[in-house]
């Protein structure tokens, strides 16, 4: 469960964590950085529970198959019309 709690931090999931505060960024080739993250999140709880909780939010909102399928249908009908 912890480890989707800690991403890659280019600038994609940096923009999307700053919307959604949803995990902690590291260097995925900085051994320590990944260390540090995890011992974070292993000695706090709230931020862990934080954390699931936006991301929770998150895909509920924004992130599901009902919004991806209204963006498809839109593009379509795009298409279909140029």
């Known amino acids: 469960m912890v480890c989707h709690l800690f991403f890659c931090n280019t600038s994609i999931y940096t923009a999307l964590n700053?919307?959604?505060?949803?995990?902690?960024?590291?260097?995925?080739?900085d051994s320590q950085e990944i260390a540090n993250a995890l011992a974070q999140l292993l000695n706090h709880s709230d931020l862990i529970n934080a954390l699931s909780n936006?991301?929770?939010?998150?895909?509920?909102?924004?992130?599901n198959w009902q919004?991806?399928?209204?963006?498809?249908?839109?593009?379509y009908k795009l298409l279909i019309n140029a």
């Open 18 to 29: 700053n919307q959604w505060k949803i995990g902690l960024g590291v260097n995925l080739k």
């Open 54 to 63: 936006n991301n929770l939010q998150a895909s509920q909102r924004r992130y």
């Open 67 to 75: 919004n991806e399928a209204t963006k498809l249908i839109e593009l």
